[in-house]
């Protein structure tokens, strides 16, 4: 008991300094929902206020014009694939004056592997191409940090890659890497068909292809290549569009379905990790875990705590931030207690591994909160998804939890400054 009140006592003297010097209202957010979720628990928690400073430090280092980037990558479940709540954060950072987004970064092509996916970009391919989620319990794949694959056993397969239907979404790149099992000798290769490309590379022990262009592109096409009758199939594992704008890039890479348990399952997670190099890990999990009739409480912790060390260990300086699931019906129609638990378990977890929590659970309203989100339009039917509206207010809520922490973080070291 000595030790809980210990823990709540350093989250709120955590909160405490992240809230100060700012007004109770949420900026920027629509008036008609403020009665909807609780703005007063739109703030993130953690129990060591460090843990944040080496990643503020670095959006201090871009907003007084550093040339350099800030990689944020998000993963996560369905809330993530269909890249609503995390594209609604990516285009209030291309909106900030202080934050040019700097690419698209990191994505999966998804209609290879024929499932819904983000309205950003477009795909196209020939050939035909199957799909492995890291969701399905009886599928063992060649999965890498996306949790998706696409394989095809064609050797003339072509796909193309279309950025953006609107000017703000789109970010030419100069630079594209495309991870697959690169050591595997009889994986098929990659040719661009693009005219202006400069080098064309493959790093065996990173596993990704790297083709440098001479001039940005927002489209762009590849064919497989097979050298020789040993060379069967080529698997799909995700591709990283880049450039040397400086800004923040914001990859979101989600899987329908997925659980925790699901990214441990993925053998090259670690390696796709340590060639992206992110400043700040943000993960979005929960929601399939605790949808169960029967919630297995350790078990979630363990496996959320393996996760986060795999990340930590891949990427040591990251920070790691933790979104709760928010509330949500079983079955549409009866109310999910499992999510009170497995917000508290992800709690646990964040205090025992140094990572960060926003508690989305707490500012969409708690238990049956949905039922008053579906009312207004802000939830789907199901009751588990929210509607495109939903996820936009879910992106404004983190958004503005995390510029209210980095400008009171501004503020507080401003204010040592002139000590």
Same mark, same amino acid.
């Given at each position: 008991?000595?030790?809980?009140?210990?823990?709540?006592?350093?989250?709120?003297?955590?909160?405490?300094?992240?809230?100060?010097?700012?007004?109770?209202?949420?900026?920027?957010?629509?008036?008609?929902?403020?009665?909807?979720?609780?703005?007063?628990?739109?703030?993130?928690?953690?129990?060591?206020?460090? &843990?944040?400073?080496?990643?503020?430090?670095?959006?201090?280092?871009?907003?007084?014009?550093?040339?350099?980037?800030?990689?944020?990558?998000?993963?996560?479940?369905?809330?993530? /694939?269909?890249?609503?709540?995390?594209?609604?954060?990516?285009?209030?950072?291309?909106?900030?004056?202080?934050?040019?987004?700097?690419?698209?970064?990191?994505?999966?092509?998804?209609?290879?592997?024929?499932?819904?996916?983000?309205?950003?970009?477009?795909?196209?391919?020939?050939?035909?191409w199957e799909g492995c989620r890291n969701a399905a319990r009886d599928r063992e794949c060649q999965w890498g940090l996306a949790g998706i694959t696409a394989t095809t056993r064609d050797a003339d397969a072509?796909?193309?890659?279309?950025?953006?239907?609107? $000017?703000?979404?789109?970010?030419?790149?100069?630079? &594209?890497?495309?991870?697959?099992?690169?050591?595997?000798?009889?994986?098929?290769?990659?040719?661009?068909?693009?005219?202006?490309?400069?080098?064309?590379?493959?790093?065996?022990? $990173?596993?990704?292809?790297?083709?440098?262009?001479?001039?940005?592109?927002?489209?762009?096409?590849?064919?497989?290549?097979?050298?020789?009758?040993?060379?069967?199939?080529?698997?799909?594992?995700?591709?990283?569009?880049?450039?040397?704008?400086?800004?923040?890039?914001?990859?979101?890479?989600?899987?329908?379905?997925?659980?925790?348990?699901?990214?441990?399952?993925?053998?090259?997670?670690?390696?796709?990790?340590?060639?992206?190099?992110?400043?700040?890990?943000?993960?979005?999990?929960?929601?399939?875990?605790?949808? !169960?009739?029967?919630?297995?409480?350790? /078990?979630?912790?363990?496996?959320? @705590?393996?996760?986060?060390?795999?990340?930590?260990?891949?990427?040591?300086?990251?920070?790691?931030?933790?979104?709760?699931? @928010?509330?949500?019906?079983?079955?549409?129609?009866?109310?999910?207690?499992?999510?009170?638990?497995? &917000?508290?378990?992800?709690?646990?977890?964040?205090?025992?591994?140094?990572?960060?929590?926003?508690?989305?659970?707490?500012? !969409?309203?708690?238990?049956? +909160?949905?039922?008053?989100?579906?009312?207004?339009?802000?939830?789907?039917?199901?009751?588990?998804?929210? +509607?495109?509206?939903?996820?936009?207010? /879910? @992106?404004?809520?983190?958004?503005?939890?995390?510029?209210?922490?980095?400008?009171?973080?501004?503020? /507080?070291?401003?204010?040592?400054?002139?000590?």
């Amino acid at each position: 008991m000595k030790y809980f009140f210990k823990f709540i006592h350093t989250i709120l003297f955590c909160i405490s300094v992240i809230a100060a010097g700012f007004a109770q209202n949420m900026p920027d957010l629509p008036p008609k929902h403020l009665k909807l979720y609780k703005a007063d628990r739109n703030h993130l928690i953690c129990a060591d206020t460090t &843990v944040l400073a080496p990643f503020w430090d670095k959006l201090d280092s871009l907003a007084e014009g550093a040339n350099k980037q800030v990689h944020i990558m998000h993963i996560g479940d369905s809330h993530i /694939q269909a890249d609503l709540f995390s594209g609604r954060i990516r285009q209030l950072l291309l909106d900030e004056k202080l934050f040019p987004v700097a690419g698209r970064g990191v994505i999966f092509p998804y209609q290879l592997a024929k499932t819904n996916n983000p309205s950003g970009y477009q795909v196209t391919y020939t050939g035909n191409w199957e799909g492995c989620r890291n969701a399905a319990r009886d599928r063992e794949c060649q999965w890498g940090l996306a949790g998706i694959t696409a394989t095809t056993r064609d050797a003339d397969a072509i796909f193309t890659l279309k950025l953006g239907y609107s $000017a703000s979404l789109k970010h030419p790149f100069k630079r &594209v890497k495309i991870f697959y099992p690169t050591q595997e000798t009889a994986s098929f290769t990659l040719r661009c068909m693009a005219e202006n490309v400069l080098s064309d590379s493959v790093y065996k022990e $990173a596993g990704y292809q790297e083709f440098i262009l001479k001039d940005s592109l927002a489209q762009i096409s590849f064919q497989l290549k097979q050298k020789d009758s040993t060379q069967r199939y080529f698997t799909m594992q995700g591709i990283s569009l880049e450039n040397d704008c400086r800004g923040i890039v914001y990859s979101s890479l989600g899987v329908n379905g997925a659980e925790v348990v699901s990214f441990l399952k993925s053998p090259d997670l670690d390696k796709n990790l340590k060639v992206v190099k992110p400043d700040m890990v943000i993960i979005s999990l929960g929601t399939n875990d605790a949808y !169960m009739p029967r919630f297995d409480e350790p /078990q979630f912790r363990l496996s959320l @705590g393996r996760l986060i060390q795999r990340i930590k260990m891949a990427v040591p300086e990251a920070v790691v931030l933790l979104t709760t699931p @928010g509330d949500s019906y079983y079955r549409r129609y009866r109310p999910n207690r499992n999510m009170i638990k497995a &917000v508290k378990q992800t709690v646990h977890v964040a205090e025992e591994t140094g990572a960060v929590v926003w508690d989305f659970y707490a500012v !969409m309203g708690g238990f049956r +909160s949905v039922q008053r989100w579906y009312a207004h339009g802000l939830a789907q039917k199901d009751r588990l998804h929210l +509607s495109a509206k939903g996820y936009q207010l /879910q @992106g404004d809520l983190l958004y503005t939890a995390m510029m209210r922490a980095w400008k009171a973080y501004r503020k /507080q070291k401003q204010a040592n400054l002139s000590k």
